[in-house]
């Protein structure tokens, strides 16, 4: 019989073993442990989401007392989770299942289109047994599989290795593992900075802390027509700024498509970007785990292209994922980085420490490869293939469509467009009683905008606070993959009127 | 087309692209890294494992002019890689295979045994799809799975949460993933020291050196009647020697079945090493890959067991992985580690960190929970998996005792009896003469016999020198996985009777 596990009891249970015999001293304490450790912060898996698992489990009781009768997890981009409607891509899972049990070939031929039996086929001649350690950079392979992607993306015409090299790309297990070993090798004393966009994704402020750097904000702007934007000389004055106070900064940290904010950077900034890069010597790290993920009429170009046709010198590291796109993989933890203008050198130590931790997941490499490589027209699987991810961009765009007019349409709301991602990142105007209500809970007001939303309507957001945001303005994000957004919206706007009658607007 | 891998070209063709224009200045250079990364070595995967790759392509050149016609990767512990037999256990990829795709128990469902659709049926209830992250600690319901098969194993009888708390489980990307991030945690500063073995595996040297601390040796005894051994008093005086130079020690690891020894821990050592824990207020590591890797007669006791009957408070962190036993599942790292006797605040933090990497890969959680759940007796799929278990039990076994053997009996080399895990560590006598010419070469020498021997006959092994060893005393590991023992011994002889030619013994 399966113990419940609520998340509140997550730990009361252990060290109780010994109850008999109380230890006279307890060695392991959080003050004996790494005190960079305990400045880590990662909103979107914190209190709120904790709580959120409580209700769940508390929703199995007939007799729950909750008002509400499902959570919905909208903190995290997580489109293939229980309750969401976003079924895997067939096309990914039969190759997958093929690799795992490739007698299935001989077994069940009838269940798999014929490009996928050869594809299969053809990946086990590469690689062997997915049972098997790869390569610790990942397979050749596939290597070479997204060198030839990413050449043809930004629309390469020469042989794509000339363009991007398999030698210099990493297989990694999604894009935080790059992200973060990428940190641990630029931090090199706690004088260092890395530059991060606020708001930004909290996996950068948690991983400068882990490894004991100095986060060097640079504070996006927001308009209602045009969305969230970067201005290239707040970036310069944040850089100014860090060198005035002594800050040694070694990297910026771009995100586009932007995590949370959905906004998509225009050519001219992103060429900036890179000469503010060579000019300061810094390592541009360019989160583009969102560029499939596009619902305006906007289009995608990879720091790679621009930096490219600047034949910029700078050090740049490109980020992808199979976690998010329209695969939504993010179980399999599948993921890579490009380096261009990488030395040698450095190279070779990036590949010493992924040795260390031998290699990727394979089932995670595979769902690289078929990110690169979806069925062409004219193959068995294009049809079904185009139908299933049509499906998915339309839901897509017609929900952050929806959603943003919405609320925006809310008294004390700004929804800001968001063209790219999976995001919304709504401003609240929170009045001065629900402020100081916040402080007497010892609570950031969005954090109590965000716990009284979830109490209610069982809807989980992150609050603002968990991204940054300037100074006494607020937010929350949420995710556009719920369906039946009618009742969802609703149910937001509900919350929202009620908390406009308890605390003003 | 695509272009061979040389795993010497690895880094030549990067940031070449901008020939054109050099790079007035190249901001990232090892220099400006984190020094700590410069310092991390990883012999497992390093100079021989990268000339190794080489001969591999190099062979595959009709024209190849090498002495041998296959290169035999005894380097590391990968039992389902290219060229061994080691194929992967039915029921467990039949389950993935499943899990990937569950249209197939419609489509096929001829293909799998009724246990095995039930099993996967009753997986996917609990998890949803494996495209979606899951708890960021890992599934729960593996995890109470996780500690039903420890209490099991150690013989409790009660109620197996009482034993072990699946709240104080975390599953992991393989084993090493978990000792990366305990350590991480564990040293706070520069002077904190981790006792480790030596020999030693040597993620603990690489890893203890990427986080700045200290490592503690502690130095194995050998001897050709009882293999490997532990002694206390060697603990306890490596202990004194480390408070002695001011380093403060933190943790004890024990790698039990040993690598790369091979040796078995009695149950009197590890009181005495748990009793030690709790004296010096040590955390006790114990690195438990191997526990189903036992080719003697020897059985396995696990430090859990020992530490519950000795009622120990000494905080205890016990890891097992599916990349090892009869799974040999290394590709889709999985693994977890318990805890036990660490505070609920400490776990906690432990959470915390976990969650920044949102979770390990769900192909690696299902391998554990078929780890921990074969199946039984009177199951369908039982007599399969028992006679595929039973038979890589029994190669192992064979190959280990056939290996010991005729290796010993070489002039010069003492194989050492290693009834657990995949390895064998002889030591061998290298001449006066050897370590001379090894010295012009700047190579250690047991480095020169390695390279040397792979040169001719494409057997790659990883010197002593890779795991540490006793001053002036050389050894190689290489693992028992090969297939057609006699021929692979064959050529060990021979290349070895040559050295002794050339070198004198």
Known sequence: MRTPLSSTRFLQRSSRLLSTKPPAMHPLTAASLNPAILNVEYAVRGELAIKAEEYRNQLKNPDHGLPFDRV???????????????????FVRQIAA???????????????????????SELQSEIGSIGAYSHSQGVPYIRHNV??????????????????????????????AGVSLL??????????GILIPIPQYPLYTATIAQFEGKPIPYYLSSSLSAGWSTSVSDVRDALAKAKSEGVNPKALVVINPGNPTGSVLDRGTMEDLVKICEEHSLVLLADE???DNLHARVS????????????????????????????????????????????????????????VGLCPPLQGQIAVDTLVRP???????????????????????ERTSTMTTRLGSLPGVKCYPSPGALYLFPEITLSQKAVEKAKEKGKAPDAMYALELLDETGICVV?????????GVWHYRLTCLCPGVEEYVGKLEKFHKGWVERYGA
């Open 147 to 176: 060198a030839k992607f990413i050449a043809e993306r930004d629309g390469f015409t020469g042989p794509y290795a000339e363009y991007s090299d398999p030698n210099a790309i990493f297989l990694t297990a999604g894009a935080s």
């Open 300 to 355: 995608f170009t990879s720091f790679k292209k621009v930096a490219h046709a600047l034949q910029s010198p700078a050090p740049l590291i490109s980020f992808h994922s199979t976690s998010k796109g329209v695969l939504g993989e993010c179980g399999r933890r599948g993921g890579y980085f490009e380096c261009t203008n990488i030395s040698p050198e450095v190279l070779a130590l990036i590949y010493k420490m992924v040795s």
């Open 463 to 471: 609050p603002g606070s968990g991204f940054g945001q300037k100074e």
């Open 183 to 192: 940190l641990s090798m630029l931090i090199a004393s706690p004088n260092d």
């Open 98 to 120: 093929l690799m795992e049990y490739p007698a299935l070939a001989t077994l069940a031929p009838t269940a798999f289109p014929g490009d996928v039996l050869a594809r299969a």
């Open 289 to 291: 785990v969102y560029q």
């Open 72 to 90: 919905i997890s909208s903190n995290i981009g997580n489109p293939q989770q229980k309750g969401l409607d976003q079924a895997p891509i067939t």
């Open 375 to 397: 069925p062409k027209k004219g193959e068995p699987s294009y049809s079904v293939w185009k139908e299933e991810t049509g499906a998915i961009h339309k839901a897509l765009a």
